[in-house]
C-alpha cells in the first residue's frame, strides 16, 4: 500500500513540475524576467528528476529473488543520487545564465510576471506539504528528495518575486534584480541539495542512525513469552523497508526446538508491530545465568 501511494505522489510531482515549467517559461519569455526562465529551468530539471524517482520506486517495491534476496530497495538510493545530481547542474545553469545577464543590459521585467509567481509560491509550497507528508508515511528518502525539490521551486520563485519587485518598483538601474535573485537561488538550491545528500548517503553505507527504531525493537522483544533479553541489534534500511538483526537471549536450558519456535515469534511479533519491518534475522544466544 505504502508503494503505492508513493508512486501516485511521484506522478503528482511529474505532471504539476510540466504544469509549472510551461507557464514560467512563457511568462519569462513574455515578461522579460530571466529569474522566472530560471525557476523555469529548474522546473523542468524537476519534471526529469520526478520521472528518476518514479523509476526508482517502481523497481524499489519488486520482490526479492535469487540475485537480489534483499529485495530492490537500492534502487531508491540511486534515483536519489540521480535527483541530487539534477538538482545541482540545474544550480549550476541558473548561476551562470544569471551571471551572463548581469553583465549584459536589458529591459525590467513586466509587471504581470509578479501574479504569475505568487500563484506558483502558494502551489509549491502547498505540494512540498502534501510530498513531504507521504515521504514519512511511505518511508521514502527519494519522495523526500521530491518534496525538497518543491520547497526548493517555492523558494527560488520567492527571491524571483522580490527580484522582479526591486526591479518594477525601483526602476531605471535596478534592470538586473531578478537577476541577482536568480543567482542567490542558485546557491539556495545547491544548500538543499546537500541537505538531501547527507541522509542518503548514510542510508547507502548502512550507517547505524535508527536508535528509536532499535530502542522499539528491544522494547517488542521483551514482550515475547520466552525472550530473557536483547543483545546486538543492527538496523539497515532498504528502499522504503528495514532488515533487522537482533541477538536475543533465552533460557540456555530449553531445547532447539523450544529456541527456533521462540526465535520465529519474536519476528512475527516485530513485523506485526512495525509493518516497515521486511525482514527479521534472529540469532539465538543462551542466558548464562540460566545455564548455572
Not at 240 to 248: E, F, I, K, P, R
Request: aromatic share 8%.
Amino acid at each position: 500500500m505504502s508503494s503505492k501511494t508513493a508512486i501516485r505522489t511521484s506522478v503528482f510531482s511529474i505532471v504539476g513540475n510540466i504544469l509549472f515549467a510551461v507557464i514560467k517559461f512563457v511568462a519569462g519569455i513574455l515578461g522579460n524576467s530571466y529569474a522566472l526562465i530560471a525557476d523555469a529551468i529548474e522546473s523542468s530539471a524537476d519534471v526529469l528528476s520526478s520521472v528518476l524517482v518514479l523509476i526508482g520506486l517502481k523497481y524499489s517495491t519488486k520482490p526479492a529473488d535469487e540475485n537480489h534476496p534483499y529485495g530492490h530497495g537500492r534502487f531508491e538510493v540511486i534515483s536519489t543520487f540521480a535527483v541530487i545530481g539534477f538538482l545541482v547542474i540545474s544550480a549550476t545553469v541558473i548561476a551562470y545564465e544569471s551571471i551572463v545577464n548581469i553583465k549584459t543590459s536589458h529591459e525590467s521585467p513586466k509587471v504581470f510576471t509578479l501574479y504569475v509567481l505568487g500563484g506558483i509560491i502558494l502551489f509549491k509550497e502547498l505540494s512540498y506539504q502534501y510530498v513531504i507528508r507521504k515521504s514519512t508515511e511511505t518511508n521514502s528518502s527519494s519522495l523526500k528528495a521530491d518534496a525538497w525539490h518543491h520547497r526548493s521551486d517555492a523558494i527560488t520563485s520567492v527571491l524571483a518575486f522580490a527580484g522582479i519587485s526591486i526591479a518594477v518598483f525601483m526602476g531605471k538601474g535596478y534592470e538586473s534584480a531578478d537577476d541577482w535573485a536568480a543567482l542567490i537561488a542558485s546557491g539556495i538550491i545547491i544548500y538543499n541539495a546537500y541537505k538531501i545528500f547527507r541522509p542518503v548517503l548514510r542510508e547507502i553505507s548502512d550507517e547505524q542512525v535508527y536508535d528509536d527504531l532499535i530502542k522499539e525493537i528491544r522494547e517488542i522483544s521483551l514482550t515475547v513469552n520466552g525472550v530473557v533479553d536483547t543483545e546486538k541489534c543492527h538496523v539497515r534500511k532498504m528502499g522504503m523497508v528495514y532488515y533487522v538483526d537482533l541477538h536475543m537471549i533465552v533460557d540456555g536450558n530449553i531445547s532447539v526446538i523450544e529456541g527456533h519456535k521462540i526465535a520465529h515469534d519474536l519476528k512475527d511479533e516485530i513485523q506485526r508491530r512495525i509493518p516497515q519491518v521486511a525482514d527479521v534475522l534472529v540469532h539465538t544466544e543462551p542466558d548464562r545465568v540460566t545455564m548455572l
